[in-house]
C-alpha cells in the first residue's frame, strides 16, 4: 500500500539506504532522539486562563481587532499595501491578505491565540476559493465584535452561535439566488478587481484563458526580465499529488519543481528498494531529477528514497498514477507518448530492475503539489500526440454509453489542451514579489468566478444580503437566536464600511445610500467615488469567494463566542550560555605580563 510517512514512523522505522554502496545502515540514534524531542514536547507545561471577569475574552477580542485592522488598511481599490520584515533578504511590500497573515504573531499569549483563531477564517477560504481572505477577516471581526456586545449583556452565548450558523446557511442559500453565470468578456474585470483594479493583470488573465480555455492551465512563474510575457507551452495536468511532503523543494507554496525532469512510468506497485535502485543510482550519477508514476510505492521501498532526498543526494519525487483500473493503464499510455518514455508493464516483457535510462520520458518542468501534477514538455512530441488524440476521438465515435464517451473526451482535452505560463517581470524583487502575489489573487479569482458565477462586487452583495435576515428570523427557533441574526446583519455592512473609509468616504452614508435604492446592481465603486450600475462597470466578485467568506468566518465566530477558557504553553527562559574561556596559548617565548 502505497503511503504517506509521519515523521516519528518514518524515522524510526526506516533504514538509511546508500545508493552508492548499497547498503543498509541502523538509523536507531536518530530515532531515539526524536522521541525524546517529541516526549519533551508533548509535557510542556501550560497556563490556564478562565473568563471570569470577561478579561479572557477582551484580550482575545483584542488579537482579532489587531488582524482586522492591519488586514482592513489593503481592502479596496484604493487600500494600501503592507510591509513585512525579511529576515534573510530585501522586505516584502504586499496587498495580499493570506501573505500577511502568515507573518502576524504577538507577544501577549492570549491576544496570540486570538489571532490564530481568526486567521482559520482567511486561510481556510484562501485554501478552497483562492482569494477573499481579508474580507473573510473583516466579516468574521464584525460577527465577533457585534457577539461579544450581547453576550456581555448576559445573553445564551450557545444559542446566539446556533444563530449565526442557520444564518450563515441561509444566506448561502440566497447567495445562489443572486448568482448568474460569467461571460467571456467579464473576466478581465473580475480578474483586476482582484488585482486592486490593475487592469493590465486583468487582461493579461484574460488572455491567458482565451488561448487556453476556460479549464484550461494557467501557471503564474517568476520572469527574467522587466516585462510581463505571457507563453503557451506544451503538457498536461492531472489530479495527483505527491506521496509524502518531504519531496517538497518549495517549503512556502509546499510544492516540488523540478527543470529538466526525466519521468519513471511504471504500471505495478514498487514493493522493494532494489526494484528501483538501479534508475535511482543513474540519477544520481548523471544528476538529473525523476518523477516517479506508479500504481503504489510501499513503506519499504519508499523510505530509503525519502532518506537519500533529505540527505540532497538525490532529485526525486514520487505520485500514484492517475486513475484506476485499465483507465490507469490508458492514462500512463497518454502520457508515455507526450514524454516520449515508456511504460514498464509485466506484460510487455520489462522488468523494472533491469531496464535502463532509454524508458525514461523527457520533461522541461514538472511542478506537483498536494493535490495535483503540471507536466510542460518542449512540444517535440506533437505530432505523436495529435495521432493519439485522433485515435481517441475516432474509438469514442464507435462507443454509445454517454459515461466512457465523458471519459474519453477527458483524455482527449487533456492531451490537446495547451498550458499558458504568464511569467511576470518587475524592476525590482520587491515589486515582482509583489506583482506575482496580485496576479495569483486575479487568477484564483478568475477560477472561482468560472466554476460558481459572479455577483455585484465591492461589498455592495454582503450588503444587499442583510435585506434578507428579515426573512430569515421568522424560520428560528427563539429570541437568542434571532438576536444571533442580528448580529450577522450587522456584521454584513463591515466591509463595505472598510472599502469606503480607504477611499475617504464615510462608511455610514455610503451604506445608507446603497441601501436606499432597490437596484440589487446599484452601488459604490470606491475607484471613482461614485454610485452606479457595478455590474455594468465590471466590479464583480466570484460568488464562490462570497460563500466562502460567509461559511468560515460565522464558522470562526462561532467558536470564538462559546469559548470561555484558554490554556497556552508556558514559556521557559532559555539559560544564557557560559562562554568557555579559551586556553593560553603563547606564541613566542614571552609568557604574558602580569600587573600588581
Known sequence: MSCILNPVSFISQMSSFNFSTFKYTSSTSTSSSYKMNTITKAMAKKEL??????????????????????????????????VLQNKYGPPKIVNDGETVLKQIELEDPLENVGVKLVRQAGAKTNDLAGDGSTTSI???????????????????PIQISRGIEKTAKALVSHLKLMSREIE??????????????DYAVGN????????????GVVRIDKGTSTETKLQIVEGMQFDRGYLSPYFVTDRRRMIVEYDNCKLLLVDKKITHPKEVFKMLENAVKDDFPILIIAEGIEQEAMAPIIRNKLKGSLKVVAIKAPAFNERKSHCMDDIAILTKGTVIKDDMGLSLEKVGVDVLGNA?????TKNSTLIVTDGSTRP???????EIKAYA???EENFQKKILYERVARLSGGIAIIEVGAQTQIELKDKQLRMEDALNATKAAIEEGVVVGGGCCLLRLSLKVDEIKEQLDNEEQKIGAEIFRQA????????????GANGSLVVEKVLGNDDFRYGYNAATNSYEDLMKSGIMDPTKVVRCCLEHASSVAKIFLTSDAVAVDIKEASPFPRRRRMPYTPTSGVGPIGFN
Not at 364 to 368: E, M
Open 384 to 390: 505523436a500526440v495529435e495521432r493519439r488524440v485522433s
Open 492 to 503: 454584513l455592512s463591515y466591509p463595505i464600511r472598510k472599502i469606503a473609509e480607504n477611499a
Open 364 to 368: 522541461t518542468k514538472v511542478i506537483i
Open 397 to 399: 465515435e464507435t462507443i
Open 204 to 215: 493579461m488573465i484574460a488572455d491567458a484563458m482565451k488561448k487556453v480555455g476556460r479549464k
Open 138 to 156: 473583516v466579516l468574521a471581526r464584525g460577527l465577533i465584535d457585534e457577539g461579544v456586545k450581547v453576550i456581555a449583556a448576559g445573553r445564551n
Open 49 to 82: 486562563y478562565f473568563n471570569h471577569d470577561g478579561s479572557v475574552t477582551r484580550k482575545l477580542q483584542a488579537g482579532v481587532d489587531l488582524v482586522g485592522d492591519l488586514l482592513g488598511v489593503t481592502l479596496g481599490p484604493k487600500g494600501r499595501n503592507v
Open 184 to 197: 467571456d468578456h467579464e473576466i478581465p474585470d473580475v480578474a483586476a478587481v482582484s488585482a486592486g483594479n
